[in-house]
């Protein structure tokens, strides 16, 4: 989507609500503007230090920071904190709510996830929705059963909306490339904590071994690989070579993708399991959604009741179910091809999205 030129901070138009969005970059946040002006202007997220001026990158985002919202609180109207709150401690995060409540900017906040799918230990993401969530003026989860936890644990109502559409409007039509077998597709990106790879990987092979014409990719991004980055991780890499050995899987390993080779590698799956042991929503979900290919995963969060998908046990406390996996792989091999998203009912939730965050932040600011 072409990014959109801002008016200057102080420029409004009548009725424009003005919203200070942590990050207004990310895809979800993009997506939840209408494709025609809706009233609401998001401002750019501003560059954080060391970040190229030609970059679109957001963390970390410098609206967290106190100061700037004592500088620019004239600028904008609500504050809206979606993601990258990672880092920031609970006085932190408490700063930054004191310094709203005193030039009297409301908060939004979207509950995206309840567990931080990139830390292992829960606490330091409790402590943080501890701070933000009692704090806030209005907010939004995507899933009925992320409402209820809220809830159950902080007595809060959450307004559900659901995810926009991640793949962009023009590519939600095209066809997907024609295919004689039935592949799943497994891909661990840069082994974020919440993955557990080799077990889910190891009964995928059984489960393709048994199908006439089905095959398993196993994807990888190269910092695994790399003995000075985080995530190596030099055993899984052994165990993944020794089953690609075997001819159970294809294993590729490869730098990040841009957003094109991502929705290619999407399209070129039937079947794309996700590896989590805890959770609660799915990009990941939704942009296979978008694409028409088949997603497992797991029943440790809400994502069943975010788009249509396939179930299977695993979560940190039983473990991996095995044969639902293996059921999970068969239902996709024998109903083929999974629903599919149009663009007219992206297009259509989009707009709906747009009108109902406008109505959100006229509530907060009332």
């Known amino acids: 989507m072409p ?52 970059s679109r990158r957001w963390w970390p985002p410098v609206m967290l920071d106190p100061d700037w919202v004592n500088a620019h609180h004239e600028d904008f109207d609500v504050f809206h904190l979606h993601f990258g709150f990672d880092a920031q401690s609970p006085d932190q995060l408490s700063a930054l709510v004191d310094a709203l409540g005193r030039h009297g900017k ?21 402590a943080a ?17 992320a409402a209820q936890s809220i809830r159950d644990r902080w007595n ?38 919440n993955m557990s790879v ?15 014409d089905a095959e398993l990719q196993v994807n990888i991004h190269r910092e695994v690989a790399d003995p000075a980055a985080p995530a190596h991780a030099p055993q899984l890499l052994q165990e993944l070579e020794e089953l690609e050995g075997r001819g159970r899987l294809t294993l590729t390993v490869h730098d990040s993708y841009d957003d094109d080779r991502l929705w290619d590698y999407l399209s070129s799956l039937d079947l794309s399991v996700l590896p989590y042991l805890f959770g609660t929503h799915s990009g990941w979900l939704e942009a296979c959604h978008d694409l028409g290919t088949a997603v497992a995963a797991p029943d440790c969060g809400f994502y069943a009741q975010q788009r249509p998908c396939l179930t299977y046990g695993h979560t940190q406390r039983g473990g991996l179910d095995e044969e639902s996996l293996r059921e999970a792989v068969r239902t996709a091999y024998e109903e083929r091809p999974a629903p599919r998203a149009t663009a007219q009912h992206r297009t259509r939730e989009r707009s709906e999205l747009a009108a109902a965050h406008r109505d959100l932040y006229g509530s907060a600011l009332s």
Do not use: M, W
Request: aromatic share 2%; glycine share 4%.
């Open 3 to 54: 990014e959109q030129l801002s008016p200057p901070p102080h420029s409004r138009s009548r009725d424009e609500i003005r919203v200070a969005s942590v990050p207004s970059g990310h895809v979800y946040v993009r997506h939840c503007s209408a494709t025609d002006p809706d009233g609401v202007r998001r401002l750019k997220d501003p560059r954080p230090n060391g970040a190229p001026r030609t």
């Open 106 to 126: 409301p908060l939004v906040h979207t509950v995206h996830q309840l567990r931080n799918p990139r830390q292992r230990d829960p606490a330091a993401h409790d």
């Open 129 to 145: 929705l501890n701070v933000v969530i009692p704090a806030a003026d209005q907010l939004i989860t995507l899933t009925p059963g």
């Open 156 to 193: 809060r109502t959450a307004t559900v909306l659901p995810h926009p559409h991640v793949v962009e409007l023009q590519r939600l039509g095209r066809p997907r490339p024609p295919r004689d077998r039935f592949r799943v597709g497994v891909h661990a990106k840069s082994l974020r904590a």
């Open 198 to 212: 080799l077990p889910v990987v190891q009964v995928l092979a059984d489960a393709v071994r048994d199908l006439p």
